[in-house]
């Protein structure tokens, strides 16, 4: 026999209807989603794709032979549908892969990043295949390893509970793997990896002398202890001569303060922490006192921080603090609990000691957060009247779609308001944008009274639109019009569609602003609309807003 005679055979061992249904996920793969792909996760969608719809399509084939329907095919008829089929992929998959790049190249131009070359598509197919492959050939080792099982249990036990048996064994064995192949052994490197790295310092980042910030030499937290992102962000901000340079007001240097992970066992014992220095520094008496809650490895968003205080004129106090060592990728596979918990136990712990204060003496006491950090600051309330009940206004930054508060305050929305830009009662106390017109469009009925709540979230963002729903389920932003931030042929495609969103995570946050999971300097005209004045009672004009933002730009 020869090597060509081999491989032919070795063809026909795959199933046909397999590999049409194979041939439909492959078309479906290339269809566009929210971001911009890089060929190498365009091969990953597409392999992983092509092993589903094989897979798919070998199960409807079975469940129709077991259902006693069994066409009987003549030779000539069979070798038809062969010829069909290869002909087909002949069509399809260049003309798809022309599609898609198209598609992408669309995608680029609206996100406003550079194209890529179409000659990577070459490269990407055949990666795409090869990975396909690699994907449906391991299945059929674990499908020949359950008829080994279930044929050996067959001997002792009648065959449909040999079978049963077989599969529920091979189920367990492969959580197990996975558990602790991903679980503890990946996520346990992982994270002492980071713990590593959480000692390190970034470049030109020094301790501050400024008693207003914590790790300083005034300060009840030691540098050493407040992490790598802790470190990073009670020394960067603006102090009182910059913040001058841009309004042309005169300034205090904000307070910022910060406890790390290494500074108290659990999250209640460092929230204390944080409250003692807010004591230190006089936090409670500035006019806006902010409670951060950070993603996983204790990263506060310097544009959002940053505009506060601009806009306060330094008038204002931070408090933040880490809880985890763990990138937020990593903490949203492994611990969704301790982000939760961080977030309730900083806003109790300073909310406890603003009670404490004479009402008439209290600063506005606002709490914001990003990604991971929204999540977990939101744990803090039962829901938006919650959040109006105990603070003066909030700013949640591309809340991840797990999040129960966002979920019912989305739930709730008006009729005929999309799930990309919901309005609630009118836009009475909560908004959502993308960009700050959003705050106040024609859509918005209501006068918007105080206290002010503000979900930022981009249509192109797959951490706000990411879930297990989109395996089966079409999701209500992709039922209703599409943004014009999204690229038009962008459609719910079962299976297909949760593999895209999941992939354009990756790099959702190397996009310009505006786009996926970038927020950047327009945060300043966000809180422009939560805060509504400046301490000293004044409005902020248009050129002052836009001068904060050039300078957050930098």
């Given at each position: 026999m020869t090597h060509r005679q081999r491989l032919l055979l070795w063809a026909r061992t795959f199933h046909p209807v397999g590999l049409a249904v194979a041939l439909v996920f492959y078309v479906w793969s290339m269809s566009p989603s929210l971001l911009p792909r890089p060929w190498f996760l365009q091969a990953?969608?597409?392999?992983?794709?092509?092993?589903?719809?094989?897979?798919?399509?070998?199960?409807?084939?079975?469940?129709?032979?077991?259902?006693?329907?069994?066409?009987q095919w003549s030779d000539r008829v069979r070798h038809m549908g062969w010829v069909l089929l290869g002909v087909s992929a002949l069509i399809f998959i260049p003309a798809f892969a022309i599609l898609g790049s198209w598609w992408q190249e669309s995608i680029r131009d609206i996100v406003g990043v550079p194209r890529e070359g179409r000659p990577v598509y070459t490269v990407l197919l055949i990666a795409a295949f090869a990975l396909g492959l690699l994907l449906v050939m391991l299945g059929r080792l674990?499908?020949?390893?359950?008829?080994?099982?279930?044929?050996?249990?067959?001997?002792?036990?009648?065959?449909?509970?040999?079978?049963?048996?077989?599969?529920?064994?091979?189920?367990?064995?492969g959580v197990l793997v996975i558990d602790g192949t991903v679980q503890r052994g990946v996520l346990g490197v992982a994270e002492r990896s980071a713990a590593v790295a959480d000692e390190s310092t970034a470049p030109e980042v020094v301790q501050p002398n400024q008693p207003e910030r914590s790790g300083s030499p005034s300060s009840l937290q030691q540098w050493d202890t407040l992490g790598r992102e802790g470190r990073t962000?009670?020394?960067?901000?603006?102090?009182?001569?910059?913040?001058?340079?841009v309004?042309?007001?005169?300034?205090?240097?904000?307070?910022?303060?910060?406890?790390?992970?290494?500074?108290?066992?659990?999250?209640?014992?460092?929230?204390?922490?944080?409250?003692?220095?807010?004591?230190?520094?006089?936090?409670?008496?500035?006019?806006?006192?902010?409670?951060?809650?950070?993603?996983?490895?204790?990263?506060?968003?310097?544009?959002?921080?940053?505009?506060?205080?601009?806009?306060?004129?330094?008038?204002?106090?931070?408090?933040?603090?880490?809880?985890?060592?763990?990138?937020?990728?990593?903490?949203?596979?492994?611990?969704?609990?301790?982000?939760?918990?961080?977030g309730r136990a900083l806003f109790e712990a300073v909310y406890e000691r603003w009670l404490e204060l004479p009402e008439d003496d209290r600063p506005k006491l606002v709490v914001f957060g990003e990604s991971l950090g929204s999540f977990g600051g939101q744990a803090a309330f039962s829901g938006g009247y919650d959040m109006m009940a105990r603070t003066d206004g909030a700013l949640w930054v591309g809340t991840p779609n797990f999040s129960e508060q966002w979920g019912e305050i989305t739930a709730s929305r008006d009729a005929g308001s999309p799930e990309v830009?919901?309005?609630?009662?009118?836009?009475?106390?909560i908004r959502f944008a993308s960009d700050p017109d959003d705050l106040n469009g024609a859509h918005l009925r209501s006068e918007w009274k105080a206290p002010r709540i503000v979900y930022w979230q981009h249509a192109s963002d797959p951490i706000v639109w990411w879930s297990f729903d989109l395996v089966l389920n079409r999701p209500d932003w992709l039922r209703e019009p599409l943004s014009p931030r999204l690229e038009p042929g962008v459609r719910w495609i079962p299976f297909v569609t949760f593999w895209q969103v999941t992939l354009d995570m990756v790099f959702s946050v190397d996009v310009p602003s505006g786009h996926g999971h970038t927020h950047g300097p327009e945060a300043t005209d966000l809180w422009a609309n939560i805060l509504g004045e400046a301490p000293d009672g004044t409005q902020w004009t248009p050129e002052e807003i836009a001068e904060i933002r050039d300078a957050l730009a930098g």
């Open positions: 990953v969608a597409t392999a992983i794709s092509l092993a589903i719809g094989y897979g798919l399509g070998c199960l409807a084939a079975w469940i129709v032979r077991k259902c006693g329907l069994q066409p674990i499908r020949r390893a359950t008829r080994v099982l279930a044929h050996w249990l067959g001997r002792y036990v009648p065959v449909p509970v040999a079978r049963l048996a077989a599969v529920v064994v091979v189920v367990v064995v962000f009670v020394a960067g901000g603006p102090r009182a001569q910059d913040i001058t340079d309004t042309g007001r005169p300034a205090m240097t904000p307070i910022r303060v910060y406890a790390g992970r290494l500074s108290a066992d659990g999250v209640d014992e460092t929230a204390k922490l944080v409250v003692e220095e807010l004591d230190r520094t006089g936090g409670f008496d500035r006019s806006v006192l902010a409670v951060a809650t950070t993603t996983g490895r204790g990263w506060v968003n310097a544009n959002v921080a940053s505009s506060l205080e601009y806009l306060t004129h330094g008038d204002s106090a931070i408090a933040s603090m880490q809880y985890s060592f763990l990138p937020s990728a990593l903490s949203f596979v492994a611990d969704r609990e301790t982000p939760q918990l961080a830009l919901p309005v609630i009662a009118g836009g009475e106390h």
